[in-house]
Protein backbone atom coordinates (compact mmCIF):
# COMPACT_ATOMS: atom_id res chain seq x y z
CA UNK A 1 0.00 0.00 0.00
CA UNK A 2 1.75 3.37 -0.86
CA UNK A 3 1.21 6.13 0.99
CA UNK A 4 2.33 9.83 -0.17
CA UNK A 5 2.72 12.26 2.78
CA UNK A 6 2.92 15.55 1.07
CA UNK A 7 3.07 17.21 4.19
CA UNK A 8 2.75 15.81 7.95
CA UNK A 9 1.44 17.08 11.22
CA UNK A 10 -2.29 18.15 12.17
CA UNK A 11 -4.58 20.36 14.24
CA UNK A 12 -6.98 17.98 16.67
CA UNK A 13 -10.65 19.09 15.43
CA UNK A 14 -12.97 16.70 17.25
CA UNK A 15 -13.53 13.63 19.65
CA UNK A 16 -12.10 11.24 17.05
CA UNK A 17 -8.63 12.96 17.38
CA UNK A 18 -8.17 12.99 21.28
CA UNK A 19 -5.55 9.84 21.30
CA UNK A 20 -4.27 10.32 17.46
CA UNK A 21 -1.83 7.77 16.28
CA UNK A 22 0.22 10.58 14.87
CA UNK A 23 0.41 12.50 17.87
CA UNK A 24 1.07 9.53 19.78
CA UNK A 25 4.06 8.65 17.54
CA UNK A 26 5.81 12.18 16.93
CA UNK A 27 5.53 12.63 21.05
CA UNK A 28 7.55 9.03 21.16
CA UNK A 29 10.67 10.74 19.38
CA UNK A 30 10.24 14.43 20.58
CA UNK A 31 8.30 15.97 18.00
CA UNK A 32 5.07 17.97 17.89
CA UNK A 33 2.65 16.72 15.61
CA UNK A 34 0.37 20.15 15.83
CA UNK A 35 3.55 21.63 13.54
CA UNK A 36 2.65 21.19 10.18
CA UNK A 37 5.34 20.92 7.98
CA UNK A 38 5.99 20.25 4.52
CA UNK A 39 7.92 16.76 3.63
CA UNK A 40 10.76 15.40 1.33
CA UNK A 41 8.02 13.50 -0.44
CA UNK A 42 5.89 16.07 -1.85
CA UNK A 43 6.53 14.98 -4.95
CA UNK A 44 6.74 11.36 -4.49
CA UNK A 45 3.89 10.82 -7.36
CA UNK A 46 6.66 12.09 -9.93
CA UNK A 47 10.13 10.52 -8.53
CA UNK A 48 11.26 7.89 -10.91
CA UNK A 49 13.88 5.43 -10.60
CA UNK A 50 17.51 5.17 -12.66
CA UNK A 51 15.92 3.84 -15.59
CA UNK A 52 13.72 6.78 -15.78
CA UNK A 53 10.43 5.18 -14.96
CA UNK A 54 7.92 6.45 -12.13
CA UNK A 55 8.77 4.35 -8.87
CA UNK A 56 4.57 4.45 -8.09
CA UNK A 57 2.85 2.60 -10.51
CA UNK A 58 -0.39 1.54 -10.82
CA UNK A 59 0.70 -2.14 -10.48
CA UNK A 60 1.90 -0.41 -6.60
CA UNK A 61 -1.98 0.05 -5.77
CA UNK A 62 -4.43 2.86 -4.40
CA UNK A 63 -2.30 6.04 -3.36
CA UNK A 64 -3.45 6.83 0.35
CA UNK A 65 -2.87 10.33 0.95
CA UNK A 66 -1.91 12.40 3.50
CA UNK A 67 -2.09 9.79 6.41
CA UNK A 68 -0.20 11.73 8.77
CA UNK A 69 -2.27 14.83 8.44
CA UNK A 70 -5.46 16.08 6.36
CA UNK A 71 -5.78 16.77 2.90
CA UNK A 72 -7.85 19.65 3.48
CA UNK A 73 -6.16 21.61 6.59
CA UNK A 74 -5.92 25.49 6.19
CA UNK A 75 -2.06 25.45 7.24
CA UNK A 76 -1.70 23.65 3.84
CA UNK A 77 -3.25 25.76 1.98
CA UNK A 78 -0.29 27.12 0.20
CA UNK A 79 0.69 23.44 -1.18
CA UNK A 80 -2.29 22.19 -2.12
CA UNK A 81 -2.59 23.34 -4.96
CA UNK A 82 1.02 21.73 -6.91
CA UNK A 83 -0.61 18.21 -5.14
CA UNK A 84 -3.55 18.31 -6.84
CA UNK A 85 -1.45 19.23 -10.45
CA UNK A 86 0.56 15.91 -9.39
CA UNK A 87 -2.32 14.61 -9.22
CA UNK A 88 -3.53 15.47 -12.52
CA UNK A 89 -0.70 14.69 -14.33
CA UNK A 90 -0.45 11.35 -12.27
CA UNK A 91 -3.70 10.19 -13.99
CA UNK A 92 -2.75 6.67 -14.34
CA UNK A 93 -2.74 6.25 -9.95
CA UNK A 94 -5.63 6.47 -7.98
CA UNK A 95 -5.58 8.49 -4.98
CA UNK A 96 -7.77 7.69 -1.47
CA UNK A 97 -8.01 10.85 0.48
CA UNK A 98 -9.43 10.37 3.81
CA UNK A 99 -10.79 13.66 5.50
CA UNK A 100 -12.35 15.11 8.52
CA UNK A 101 -12.48 18.46 7.03
CA UNK A 102 -14.85 17.88 4.03
CA UNK A 103 -16.78 21.27 4.77
CA UNK A 104 -13.72 23.12 3.53
CA UNK A 105 -13.41 20.68 -0.01
CA UNK A 106 -15.91 23.25 -1.75
CA UNK A 107 -13.19 25.83 -1.32
CA UNK A 108 -10.19 23.79 -2.01
CA UNK A 109 -10.29 21.87 -5.17
CA UNK A 110 -8.98 22.97 -8.77
CA UNK A 111 -10.74 24.97 -11.36
CA UNK A 112 -11.43 22.06 -13.31
CA UNK A 113 -12.32 19.44 -10.92
CA UNK A 114 -15.86 19.53 -12.66
CA UNK A 115 -18.03 16.74 -11.06
CA UNK A 116 -14.70 14.69 -9.76
CA UNK A 117 -11.91 13.34 -10.91
CA UNK A 118 -11.86 9.62 -11.20
CA UNK A 119 -8.79 8.79 -10.02
CA UNK A 120 -9.79 10.30 -6.55
CA UNK A 121 -11.50 8.74 -3.97
CA UNK A 122 -12.74 11.05 -1.01
CA UNK A 123 -13.52 9.43 1.94
CA UNK A 124 -15.06 11.25 4.94
CA UNK A 125 -15.24 10.39 8.35
CA UNK A 126 -17.60 10.35 11.53
CA UNK A 127 -16.90 8.98 14.76
CA UNK A 128 -19.94 9.88 16.15
CA UNK A 129 -23.59 10.53 15.33
CA UNK A 130 -23.14 14.37 15.76
CA UNK A 131 -20.11 14.25 13.50
CA UNK A 132 -22.07 11.94 10.96
CA UNK A 133 -25.22 14.43 10.88
CA UNK A 134 -23.12 17.46 10.62
CA UNK A 135 -20.33 16.31 7.84
CA UNK A 136 -22.59 13.46 5.61
CA UNK A 137 -25.12 15.80 4.60
CA UNK A 138 -22.13 18.16 3.38
CA UNK A 139 -19.97 15.27 2.00
CA UNK A 140 -23.57 13.82 -0.46
CA UNK A 141 -23.69 17.20 -1.79
CA UNK A 142 -20.52 17.61 -3.15
CA UNK A 143 -19.19 16.89 -6.39
CA UNK A 144 -17.56 13.75 -6.25
CA UNK A 145 -16.81 10.47 -8.40
CA UNK A 146 -15.99 8.19 -5.83
CA UNK A 147 -16.79 8.61 -1.94
CA UNK A 148 -16.47 6.21 1.04
CA UNK A 149 -17.52 6.96 4.43
CA UNK A 150 -15.23 5.91 7.65
CA UNK A 151 -15.95 5.85 11.14
CA UNK A 152 -12.85 5.07 12.89
CA UNK A 153 -12.11 5.63 15.94
CA UNK A 154 -15.83 4.76 16.19
CA UNK A 155 -16.89 6.16 19.06
CA UNK A 156 -20.54 5.05 19.60
CA UNK A 157 -23.45 3.51 17.85
CA UNK A 158 -24.27 5.77 14.46
CA UNK A 159 -27.18 5.46 11.89
CA UNK A 160 -26.01 6.91 8.13
CA UNK A 161 -28.59 4.64 6.62
CA UNK A 162 -30.17 7.70 5.20
CA UNK A 163 -26.87 9.09 3.86
CA UNK A 164 -26.44 5.58 1.88
CA UNK A 165 -29.90 5.59 0.42
CA UNK A 166 -29.06 7.34 -2.95
CA UNK A 167 -26.44 4.82 -3.85
CA UNK A 168 -23.19 7.34 -3.68
CA UNK A 169 -21.70 5.35 -1.08
CA UNK A 170 -19.15 2.98 -2.52
CA UNK A 171 -18.14 1.57 0.95
CA UNK A 172 -18.28 2.16 4.47
CA UNK A 173 -15.34 1.19 6.93
CA UNK A 174 -15.58 0.93 10.37
CA UNK A 175 -12.95 -0.01 13.45
CA UNK A 176 -12.05 0.50 16.91
CA UNK A 177 -9.37 2.98 18.34
CA UNK A 178 -5.74 1.87 19.09
CA UNK A 179 -3.19 2.74 21.18
CA UNK A 180 -3.14 2.24 25.14
CA UNK A 181 -5.80 5.04 25.84
CA UNK A 182 -8.00 3.84 23.42
CA UNK A 183 -11.59 4.25 24.20
CA UNK A 184 -14.53 1.55 23.38
CA UNK A 185 -15.63 -0.16 20.51
CA UNK A 186 -18.48 -2.61 20.59
CA UNK A 187 -19.32 -5.34 18.40
CA UNK A 188 -23.13 -4.42 18.81
CA UNK A 189 -22.20 -1.16 17.21
CA UNK A 190 -20.39 -2.96 14.38
CA UNK A 191 -23.28 -5.06 13.53
CA UNK A 192 -25.35 -2.15 13.53
CA UNK A 193 -23.48 0.14 10.77
CA UNK A 194 -23.66 -3.39 9.21
CA UNK A 195 -26.65 -3.84 9.13
CA UNK A 196 -27.60 -0.56 7.89
CA UNK A 197 -25.09 -1.06 4.75
CA UNK A 198 -26.75 -4.98 3.79
CA UNK A 199 -30.21 -3.15 3.99
CA UNK A 200 -28.74 -0.43 1.16
CA UNK A 201 -26.03 -2.83 -1.03
CA UNK A 202 -23.44 -1.09 0.38
CA UNK A 203 -20.21 -2.85 0.55
CA UNK A 204 -18.85 -2.55 4.29
CA UNK A 205 -15.18 -3.40 5.76
CA UNK A 206 -14.52 -3.96 9.57
CA UNK A 207 -11.15 -2.79 9.58
CA UNK A 208 -10.12 -3.37 12.96
CA UNK A 209 -11.28 -3.78 16.55
CA UNK A 210 -9.41 -1.07 18.71
CA UNK A 211 -7.10 -2.44 21.73
CA UNK A 212 -10.65 -2.16 23.61
CA UNK A 213 -13.61 -4.63 22.37
CA UNK A 214 -16.46 -5.32 23.84
CA UNK A 215 -18.34 -8.35 22.78
CA UNK A 216 -21.05 -10.29 24.26
CA UNK A 217 -20.67 -7.80 27.28
CA UNK A 218 -17.33 -8.77 28.03
CA UNK A 219 -14.61 -6.27 27.22
CA UNK A 220 -11.31 -7.46 25.49
CA UNK A 221 -8.05 -6.23 25.44
CA UNK A 222 -6.67 -6.86 22.10
CA UNK A 223 -2.94 -6.36 21.69
CA UNK A 224 -2.42 -4.05 18.50
CA UNK A 225 -0.48 -7.17 16.06
CA UNK A 226 -4.26 -9.20 16.39
CA UNK A 227 -6.54 -6.14 16.12
CA UNK A 228 -7.04 -6.16 12.42
CA UNK A 229 -6.52 -10.25 12.06
CA UNK A 230 -9.34 -10.42 14.72
CA UNK A 231 -11.57 -8.32 12.77
CA UNK A 232 -10.46 -10.31 9.40
CA UNK A 233 -11.66 -13.36 11.31
CA UNK A 234 -15.17 -12.15 12.58
CA UNK A 235 -16.08 -12.52 8.58
CA UNK A 236 -18.10 -9.65 9.17
CA UNK A 237 -17.00 -7.18 6.28
CA UNK A 238 -19.45 -7.62 3.66
CA UNK A 239 -19.55 -7.77 -0.34
CA UNK A 240 -23.12 -7.80 -1.30
CA UNK A 241 -23.73 -10.95 -3.53
CA UNK A 242 -20.98 -12.76 -3.13
CA UNK A 243 -21.80 -15.44 -0.24
CA UNK A 244 -19.24 -13.72 2.50
CA UNK A 245 -21.49 -13.58 4.98
CA UNK A 246 -21.80 -17.26 4.85
CA UNK A 247 -18.85 -18.18 6.89
CA UNK A 248 -19.74 -16.33 9.89
CA UNK A 249 -19.81 -18.89 12.74
CA UNK A 250 -22.42 -18.18 15.39
CA UNK A 251 -24.74 -20.53 17.33
CA UNK A 252 -28.36 -20.30 17.79
CA UNK A 253 -30.10 -19.74 21.19
CA UNK A 254 -31.68 -22.43 22.75
CA UNK A 255 -35.39 -21.97 22.65
CA UNK A 256 -35.34 -22.02 26.42
CA UNK A 257 -33.05 -19.25 26.55
CA UNK A 258 -34.66 -17.52 23.58
CA UNK A 259 -38.14 -17.53 25.21
CA UNK A 260 -36.93 -16.23 28.41
CA UNK A 261 -35.06 -13.40 26.92
CA UNK A 262 -38.21 -12.69 24.74
CA UNK A 263 -40.55 -12.84 27.85
CA UNK A 264 -38.36 -9.72 29.27
CA UNK A 265 -39.68 -7.70 26.14
CA UNK A 266 -42.22 -5.27 26.76
CA UNK A 267 -43.19 -5.28 23.05
CA UNK A 268 -42.63 -8.98 22.53
CA UNK A 269 -44.35 -10.07 25.22
CA UNK A 270 -47.56 -7.96 24.01
CA UNK A 271 -48.55 -10.24 20.92
CA UNK A 272 -51.38 -12.52 21.90
CA UNK A 273 -53.76 -14.91 19.26
CA UNK A 274 -57.43 -13.56 19.35
CA UNK A 275 -60.40 -15.51 19.48
CA UNK A 276 -60.53 -15.17 15.58
CA UNK A 277 -56.93 -16.04 15.15
CA UNK A 278 -57.78 -19.10 17.23
CA UNK A 279 -60.74 -20.27 14.88
CA UNK A 280 -58.70 -19.70 11.87
CA UNK A 281 -56.02 -22.04 12.64
CA UNK A 282 -58.44 -24.74 14.24
CA UNK A 283 -60.10 -24.43 10.63
CA UNK A 284 -57.01 -24.53 8.71
CA UNK A 285 -55.41 -27.16 11.12
CA UNK A 286 -51.58 -26.70 12.42
CA UNK A 287 -49.94 -28.69 9.23
CA UNK A 288 -51.56 -25.67 6.86
CA UNK A 289 -50.19 -22.94 9.71
CA UNK A 290 -46.92 -24.45 9.38
CA UNK A 291 -46.81 -24.38 5.90
CA UNK A 292 -48.04 -20.83 5.55
CA UNK A 293 -44.88 -19.90 8.29
CA UNK A 294 -42.34 -21.49 6.06
CA UNK A 295 -43.47 -19.98 2.82
CA UNK A 296 -43.57 -16.44 4.29
CA UNK A 297 -40.08 -17.06 6.05
CA UNK A 298 -38.87 -17.97 2.64
CA UNK A 299 -40.51 -15.43 0.83
CA UNK A 300 -39.32 -12.35 3.39
CA UNK A 301 -36.55 -13.03 5.28
CA UNK A 302 -34.52 -15.87 3.78
CA UNK A 303 -32.90 -13.57 0.70
CA UNK A 304 -29.81 -11.97 1.32
CA UNK A 305 -31.19 -8.26 1.34
CA UNK A 306 -35.27 -8.92 1.64
CA UNK A 307 -37.24 -5.99 -0.17
CA UNK A 308 -38.16 -3.41 2.66
CA UNK A 309 -36.42 -5.66 5.29
CA UNK A 310 -37.48 -3.97 9.07
CA UNK A 311 -41.19 -2.88 7.24
CA UNK A 312 -41.76 -6.52 5.53
CA UNK A 313 -43.81 -8.38 8.38
CA UNK A 314 -47.50 -6.70 8.97
CA UNK A 315 -49.12 -6.17 12.79
CA UNK A 316 -52.00 -8.57 12.00
CA UNK A 317 -53.56 -10.26 9.60
CA UNK A 318 -52.33 -14.04 10.03
CA UNK A 319 -51.25 -15.48 13.39
CA UNK A 320 -48.26 -16.01 12.00
CA UNK A 321 -47.55 -12.10 11.92
CA UNK A 322 -47.59 -11.75 15.55
CA UNK A 323 -46.08 -14.62 16.12
CA UNK A 324 -42.79 -13.52 14.03
CA UNK A 325 -42.92 -10.11 16.02
CA UNK A 326 -43.65 -11.92 19.36
CA UNK A 327 -40.49 -13.97 18.41
CA UNK A 328 -37.89 -11.09 16.54
CA UNK A 329 -38.71 -13.06 13.59
CA UNK A 330 -40.00 -9.98 12.04
CA UNK A 331 -36.75 -8.79 10.21
CA UNK A 332 -33.31 -10.23 9.16
CA UNK A 333 -32.47 -7.01 11.84
CA UNK A 334 -34.25 -8.62 14.76
CA UNK A 335 -33.23 -12.55 13.34
CA UNK A 336 -29.51 -11.18 14.22
CA UNK A 337 -29.98 -9.49 17.72
CA UNK A 338 -32.24 -11.69 18.95
CA UNK A 339 -31.45 -15.28 17.35
CA UNK A 340 -27.66 -14.68 16.15
CA UNK A 341 -28.03 -15.54 12.24
CA UNK A 342 -26.09 -12.69 10.65
CA UNK A 343 -27.71 -10.32 7.91
CA UNK A 344 -26.40 -10.64 4.34
CA UNK A 345 -26.40 -13.67 3.34
CA UNK A 346 -29.20 -15.78 2.10
CA UNK A 347 -30.84 -18.30 5.06
CA UNK A 348 -29.57 -21.83 4.59
CA UNK A 349 -32.79 -24.75 4.76
CA UNK A 350 -31.41 -25.42 8.27
CA UNK A 351 -32.10 -21.78 9.42
CA UNK A 352 -35.35 -21.58 7.93
CA UNK A 353 -36.39 -24.48 9.37
CA UNK A 354 -35.13 -23.02 12.42
CA UNK A 355 -37.36 -19.96 12.25
CA UNK A 356 -40.41 -21.85 11.37
CA UNK A 357 -40.06 -23.97 14.41
CA UNK A 358 -39.63 -21.27 16.65
CA UNK A 359 -42.99 -19.67 15.18
CA UNK A 360 -44.74 -22.57 15.13
CA UNK A 361 -43.76 -23.55 19.06
CA UNK A 362 -45.35 -19.54 20.02
CA UNK A 363 -48.20 -20.54 18.14
CA UNK A 364 -48.89 -23.98 19.88
CA UNK A 365 -48.69 -22.62 23.12
CA UNK A 366 -51.14 -20.02 23.23
CA UNK A 367 -53.80 -22.46 21.87
Known amino acids: MPVWNPWHGCKKLSPGCQNCYVYRRDSSIGKDASEITK ?9 KDRQGRFKLTPESGV ?3 CMTSDFFLPEADGWREGCWDIIRQRSDLHFHIITKRIDRFAECIPDDWGDGWENVTISCTCEDQERADFRLPVFIGLPIKHRRIVSEPMLEEINIEKYLADGLIEQVTCGGESGENARLCSFDWVKELRRQCVRSGVPFYFKQTGA ?3 MNGKDYRIERRFQMAQAEKS ?4 TPNTGCADRIRYTLPTRADLFARLAKSTFRSRFRLSDEDRQYIADKGLDVIRA ?18 GRQTPMRGHPIFKAQHATACCCRGCLEKWHNIPSGKTLT ?10 LMDWVVKRL
Do not use: Q
Open 39 to 47: TGSYDLPLK
Open 63 to 65: VFT
Open 212 to 214: LFR
Open 235 to 238: GYSY
Open 292 to 309: HAADFVAKKLAPENPPKD
Open 349 to 358: DRECAYITDV
